[in-house]
């Protein structure tokens, strides 16, 4: 459920502007 959520709020992000989705990549890496 927790992965649908995030799934869902990075769609929202890539719509509304790709290069955020990018950022958020990054970061989910670094916090990984």
Known sequence: ???DK???????TM???PEGDE???RRSV???
């Open 1 to 3: 459920m927790h992965t």
């Open 6 to 12: 995030l799934h869902a709020k990075g769609d929202d």
């Open 15 to 17: 719509a509304e502007s």
């Open 23 to 25: 950022k958020s990549e």
């Open 30 to 32: 670094t916090i990984d």
